[in-house]
Nanobody, 119 residues
C-alpha cells in the first residue's frame, strides 16, 4: 500500500494564508524526498518545492519567500505553508514522493487538493 493524502485546501481571500498537509505511508516517507507541485487551469503542472529525508530544501525561485516546505518525520507528514496568497495561486496542489530532488514529475502522487484565492 502506497498512499499520499493531501488536506488543508479550500477558499481563502487574497493576502491570506493556508497550510497544506500531505500524510504519507511510512515505507515511502522514510526513504524518499517529498515535493509539492501545482496545476492551474489551462497550464502545465509546476514544481513548487522539495525536501529531502534529512531536511534539505529547494524552492522555485518565483515562490521562495512566500511558500515554505517542512516535514515531520514522526508523523510521516509534509507541509506547505502558503502566505500572502494571490488569485494567481489558484490551482490544484499535488504532493509527490520521489528520489531527490523530486523534480522529474515521477514517483508517487497524491490525489490533488483545490486551493482557490478569491474575494
Amino acid at each position: 500500500q502506497v498512499q499520499l493524502v493531501e488536506s488543508g485546501g479550500g477558499l481563502v481571500q487574497p493576502g491570506g494564508s493556508l497550510r497544506l498537509s500531505c500524510a504519507a505511508s511510512g515505507s515511502i516517507f522514510s526513504i524518499k524526498a517529498m515535493a509539492w507541485y501545482r496545476q492551474a487551469p489551462g497550464k502545465e503542472r509546476e514544481w513548487i518545492a522539495s525536501i529531502s529525508p534529512v531536511g534539505s530544501m529547494v524552492y522555485a525561485q518565483s515562490l521562495k519567500g512566500r511558500f515554505t516546505i517542512s516535514r515531520d518525520n514522526a508523523k510521516n507528514t509534509v507541509y506547505l505553508q502558503m502566505n500572502s496568497l494571490k488569485p494567481e495561486d489558484t490551482a490544484v496542489y499535488y504532493c509527490n514522493a520521489d528520489i531527490w530532488p523530486a523534480r522529474r514529475q515521477q514517483g508517487y502522487w497524491g490525489q490533488g487538493i483545490q486551493v482557490t484565492v478569491s474575494s
